[in-house]
């Protein structure tokens, strides 16, 4: 009898221990711990340097790091492999490395890399998407194997803001010489990559040999789920445990699986209406104006379940340089002004197309503004595209409207006009071909100052303007989401939306 209970005891221990391996184990037990995301667009590419959007920079953050960082709880920007700085002058940055870090190829980081990371980024001849982020840098100069010089073209406040956007982390050389980092990348990060197939999944594994104590999870799948309802539904059954950036129709369903815990926080996303400025009519101020007069915005946010904030300023509120006062400078909604001008201008006897990438959000925003223009006299269809080709076509101006949106991975308002809307990244990051010599002053001036407060004058006034002039029409600003299996812990979201894998685990 006793040999018979000793045997069932064993049994039960070998089956419990099988149950056990699902990578739901503690941390620190002996299961692996293994993470899977869900997101509906497969990445653009795996280089921080040659890539501009944030499916991208979901797996990039992970595998990469900057010399400075945002403390979520704070907001104040930290020193990560820099270890400290010192300016001797408005226009002169000298930062000192940390010591003793490697890249994931073995190779060592230091003041070189840096030189060669922004150097390769600032390069005309790079083309980097986001290429303006660095662009008041002049120089940057090796003093010793871990102290790196910075010389700004002007006195420039964002620049430690700049230096934490993704964008701006550090590659190694030797991988970026030797191999495709946009396929296969290279960094100091808490994890290293494994494999990718394009279309289907992306696999990163613990970087062993990391710099600070080893990260929880052991490995780390971005599953590519095309229908957002099959995510959920792995999400579920348990077969992905972590989504974000939720869609608004699908929300109720979600908090409503038992599994699930569901994250909301008001953040610096914003989405916007953008028009052509290159084409006709688009580059008709009154066109503009009948389109935003058509919105009905108050009514798109309340379908989004609590997951927009309602404003005309295009800085949000969760931004440097925002004055609730920039909201008064847009269009309400007046469906009957905007009937009016339609038909005063004939805007309707032109058929015209809104181009958008095939995302739930994006969809959303696009059908409801279809059918508000539509009512208004408006003759246009919607277009959409997957992600990595949508980005490619608005770039190269061929569209008529679109839908886009911005992080503000720097939670700076300068860093929300300049890239997007001045007159120099045209043809890149300006992807609305917006050009006006006055806007461009007061962004330049907000830039090239590092007195706060005559920063957020300029950036105010700057708002103001662009907002009134209407090359785009805020739809909302965002709420950042994420679902997440109970097993999960340790995940926190940055206000722009951005997330990192370092501390979580599941238990």
Known sequence: MKKWLVLVVAIVMMVTAACSGSGQKKSGGSAAQELTYATTSDAVGLS??????????NVIDQVYETLFERNIKTNEIEPLLAESYE????????????KDIKFQDGTDFNAEAVKYTFDKFRDPKTAAPRASLLEPIESVNVVDDNTVEIKTKYPYGPLLAALSHSNAAIVSPEADQSQDLMKEPVGTGPFKFVSWTPGDQ??????????RDPAKLDKVTYKVVPEVSTAISMLQTGKVQFLDAL????????????NVNVSKEEGTPVSYLGFNMSKEPMNNPEFRQAVAYSLDRASYVKKMNGLGVEGNSLIGPKVFGYDASADDA???YDPEKAKEMVKKNDFGSKAL?????NRDNYMLMAEIAQSQ???AGFNVKIESMEWGTFLDTVRDGKYDITFLGWANSTSDGSELLYPNFHSDNIGSSNRVQYNNPDFDKLVDESRENI???????KLDQANKLIVKDAPIVVMNHGVNTSATDKSVKGLKLDPTGSWKLYNVYRE
């Open 48 to 57: 921080p340097i040659m890539t501009n959007d944030s499916v991208s920079a």
């Open 87 to 98: 300016t001797p002058d408005d226009q002169t940055w000298v930062i000192k490395l940390k």
């Open 202 to 211: 992306i696999v990163l594994e613990k970087n062993k040999d990391y710099w």
């Open 247 to 258: 869609p608004t129709e699908q929300v109720k369903r979600i908090e409503a699986l038992k």
């Open 330 to 332: 847009g269009y309400a």
């Open 353 to 357: 197309t809104i181009l958008t990438p």
């Open 373 to 375: 223009l539509q009512d």
């Open 451 to 457: 007195d706060e407060d005559v920063r957020a004058k």
